[in-house]
Structure formats: structure tokens, C-alpha cells
């Protein structure tokens, strides 16, 4: 019975990051298809599928618009405007966030892959080092402390920030997917 449950709850975190992926998607294009349909019966350049052209087109259209200053002002309004909105601006700021946080590369967030003695002395915990320190708290112990993520299995996305001296740190040649695969596994992966 027990395996039955992982099982389950292995599959369930497989399918629900595909399920919400489809699901955008689809209600996506469903939404530029259902705009497009009264102006499509009158044009003789529709085809099927036109959405998905005009949707990606509008996303880097975006893209352009928000890598320019000019844009980046005019975001910045509209965002001051939804962010007045008590409901919207939730949704908004949080589906913002998190997408920053996803789409940010590796590379800007995690910087290496490391073991570190934990929770207790003799066993350990793969975390990810990130870019950044806290210069009070180096300042504070005298020690060159390192960020270290320590994430949950099998949600990396949770888990949580401890400050390590370097010394103690054992850097491994190892991917940061590498590392993700095999904490979203519960070490089953490798």
C-alpha cells in the first residue's frame, strides 16, 4: 500500500506541472481563437491554427515593447494601475514573481551544487549555492559564509536558505539539473 502511494503522489507531481502547462496553453489560444472568429469569416488569409501564430506574436511583440525604455516605462504605468487593485494585484504580483523565479537561468539563480552536513553532523544534504551573501552576517561570526539552498524532495521549489562556512561546503561536479533530477526522484534518479 505504501508503494501504491508514492506511486501516486509521484505521478500526481508529474501530471499536475503538465496539466497547468496544457491548460494555459489551451485557454490561450482558445482566447486569441474566440477574438479572431468574427474578423476570420471575413478574411481570406485564415487558417487554422492562426491563433497560435498571433499568440506568440503578441508575446514577443510584448517582449520588444518591455526590453525598450520607452516600454519599459509604459509597463511600469500599468502595472502602478493594477497594482491598486486589491484581488487583481494579488494575482498579478504572485504569477509575476513566480515566473521571474522560474525563468531566471540556472546560472543567475543557483551558482553550484553542494553537499553540506545536514540536519546533523556525519549526514548530508545536497543544496544549490547561490550568488548572493549577507555581508552583516559574514561580518557578524567572522567567517566567510555561504548561501546555501537545502530543497524538499520531491518539491524543490520549497524548502529553505542556511548560511554555511565555506570550509564546510563539499563542492561536487555535478549539473544543477543533475542535482534537480535526483531531488525530485527522492533519490531515485540519478
Not at 17 to 31: D, Q
Not at 120 to 130: E, H, N, Q, V
Not at 140 to 165: A, E, Q, R
Request: charged share 20%; proline share 5%.
Amino acid at each position: 500500500m505504501e508503494r501504491l502511494r508514492r506511486m501516486f503522489i509521484t505521478g500526481v507531481v508529474i501530471f499536475l506541472p503538465l496539466a497547468a502547462t496544457f491548460l494555459i496553453i489551451y485557454w490561450a489560444v482558445g482566447f486569441v481563437e474566440d477574438f479572431l472568429r468574427p474578423f476570420a469569416s471575413k478574411s481570406p488569409y485564415y487558417f487554422p491554427g492562426m491563433s497560435l501564430v498571433i499568440l506568440a506574436l503578441v508575446i514577443l511583440g510584448l517582449g520588444f515593447v518591455g526590453t525598450r525604455t520607452f516600454g519599459q516605462r509604459m509597463i511600469d504605468v500599468f502595472e502602478g494601475w493594477i497594482k491598486k487593485i486589491p484581488l487583481i494585484r494579488t494575482i498579478y504580483v504572485g504569477t509575476k514573481e513566480a515566473l521571474r523565479t522560474l525563468l531566471q537561468s540556472d546560472i543567475e539563480r543557483l551558482k553550484g551544487v553542494v553537499l553540506v552536513e545536514y540536519p546533523r553532523k556525519g549526514m548530508y544534504a545536497l543544496g544549490f549555492t547561490s550568488g548572493t551573501k549577507i555581508s552583516q552576517a559574514c561580518e557578524s561570526t567572522g567567517k566567510k559564509l555561504v548561501n546555501v539552498f537545502v530543497p524538499t524532495s520531491p518539491n524543490p521549489t520549497s524548502g529553505f536558505v542556511i548560511l554555511v562556512p565555506e570550509e564546510e561546503l563539499v563542492y561536487l561536479d555535478m549539473s544543477v539539473e543533475d542535482a534537480m533530477k535526483v531531488i525530485i526522484s527522492g533519490g531515485f534518479s540519478q
